[in-house]
């Protein structure tokens, strides 16, 4: 049972253009979101969080949006650019501070 | 160094030997995980230590996997009488503490490949 889910397996955006990124979650105990980005033969780096108190976060392109009641968060990425073109997870914890990942989407930015 | 490290890299190993894989987690971080991701999954979490206890293995596989930690530095993850279906990349990750959870730090990970 996946209790972090990223529906979409890939995303292609145009340089300069919005990214989206979605992530949805069954587990009512997670309390804190995270995004982390991942490069070919590379670990995952963590990229930005929320707390479950807020429903955004801003860090310079990077804005994360949470919606509790539809257990939804976003990733947008504005201006979107080549160098973003890399795996995404979403992760989730709560109490037990076990990080559960999604799958990923690789999202592939165009020149 | 200043990141997690693993090693080895890659390892091919043939079906039921046994691997040891590496992981030197980020000097003064007193907690470290183990994760696995096989081709088109997400990260799965096997196990955690805080020190060299390991409080959480209920995400290892089956009894051919084990990991131990001492020094509270260096863990290594063992797989006995490995299987096809162990192929995947095992990524390491410390935090300074289990409470700073949310804050890990991976490396690079090792491919291993069972033929």
């Known amino acids: 049972d996946q209790q972090v889910k990223q529906n979409s397996p890939s995303l292609s955006v145009q340089e300069g253009r919005i990214s989206i990124l979605n992530c949805d979650y069954t587990n009512s105990m997670f309390d804190y979101f995270l995004w982390y980005k991942k490069y070919p033969a590379e670990g995952p780096t963590f990229l930005i969080s929320i707390s479950s108190i807020k429903d955004k976060n801003e860090d310079g392109r990077f804005t994360v949006f949470l919606n509790k009641s539809a257990k939804h968060l976003s990733l947008h990425i504005v201006p979107s650019q080549p160098g973003d073109s890399a795996v995404y997870f979403c992760?989730?914890?709560?109490?037990?501070?076990?990080?559960?990942f999604g799958k990923g989407i690789t999202l592939s930015v165009r020149p | 160094g200043a990141g997690v490290s693993q090693s080895p890299s890659n390892k091919v190993t043939e079906k039921g030997k046994d691997v040891e894989l590496r992981c030197d987690p980020i000097s003064g971080h007193t907690a470290l995980y183990w994760y696995r991701q096989s081709l088109g999954q997400g990260l799965e979490f096997l196990i955690y230590?805080?020190?060299?206890?390991?409080?959480?293995k209920s995400g290892l596989p089956s009894d051919r996997f084990s990991a131990e930690r001492t020094g509270g530095s260096v863990s290594t993850l063992t797989i006995q009488r490995t299987q096809q279906e162990d192929s995947a990349v095992y990524l390491c990750a410390s935090s300074l503490t289990v409470a700073s959870s949310y804050e890990q730090y991976f490396g690079p990970g090792t491919r291993l490949t069972v033929t």
């Open positions: 992760a989730a914890t709560g109490a037990n501070s076990k990080l559960t």
């Open positions: 230590f805080q020190g060299n206890s390991a409080p959480d």
